[in-house]
């Protein structure tokens, strides 16, 4: 079983307000992802973290920030939330240990998303 | 053209039915995952391959690498398997990124 965990799964809040999305894992996992996803639509990433204070943006331009301060915690801050970030969040972690060619990458292991309404 | 190609995006099914799912890529890749979304977001990880076969329970997963081919079986499917069923490959290029496929939403009706 997983051990990732994202918070609020569901939060609706006002335009203008901030907003952290927390992600903790107990796997001791360096790698941590965020990906955001519309309904009905494919997965984009947003951030990535190789591990403690290693932070990167994705392939997705994105508004929001993160911070990798320990290992275990990969949370994710909106300064200023528009109807635009209505959007559900994923958090994800792996192993490291990556190595090119196959017979390598890790199983990635996804935390229950958390869905975030602005209005 | 995406890197990753799902089909079909959309598939009914009757239960009990065997079910494929297919996903073709077109980049060198290191690893490919298959991942179930069921309604509400969630995201399980089903398989890990980077050649040949894995089986879990009524789930078979195959890839051939010189096809740049990967198939997602389901035998007796089941209400329960309806859920969005995802493609994502891992390349050497894009260190350990994810490219997802479009997803495929399978229904099985009982």
């Known amino acids: 079983e997983a051990d990732i965990y994202q918070t609020p799964r569901y939060l609706v809040i006002g335009t203008g307000k901030k907003i952290t999305l927390e992600c903790s894992q107990t796997m001791g996992h360096d790698k941590m992802y965020w990906y955001q996803q519309d309904p009905g639509m494919e997965l984009h990433l947003i951030h990535y973290?190789?591990?403690?204070?290693?932070?990167e943006k994705g392939d997705l331009s994105s508004e929001s920030t993160v911070s990798r301060i320990r290992t275990e915690h990969f949370p994710l801050t909106l300064e200023s939330a528009r109807p635009s970030h209505t959007s559900q969040y994923l958090c994800?972690?792996?192993?490291?240990?990556?190595?090119f060619g196959l017979g390598s990458g890790n199983t990635i292991y996804f935390g229950e998303g958390s869905w975030l309404t602005v209005v | 053209k995406n890197e990753v190609e799902q089909s079909p995006q959309n598939l009914t099914a009757q239960e009990g039915e065997f079910i494929t799912i297919n996903c073709s890529y077109s980049v060198g890749i290191s690893a490919l995952h298959w991942l179930q979304q069921h309604p509400g977001g969630g995201i399980v990880s089903l398989f890990m391959l980077s050649s040949g076969k894995k089986k879990h329970g009524r789930l078979i997963a195959t890839i051939n690498i010189q096809e740049k081919h990967s198939s997602l079986h389901i035998t007796a499917s089941h209400p329960r398997d309806s859920a969005v069923y995802i493609c994502a490959v891992s390349s050497a290029r894009r260190g350990s990124r994810l490219t997802f496929g479009e997803g495929t939403q399978l229904t099985v009706n009982p």
């Open positions: 994800a972690s792996s192993e490291s240990g990556f190595m």
């Open positions: 973290s190789y591990g403690v204070n290693s932070t």
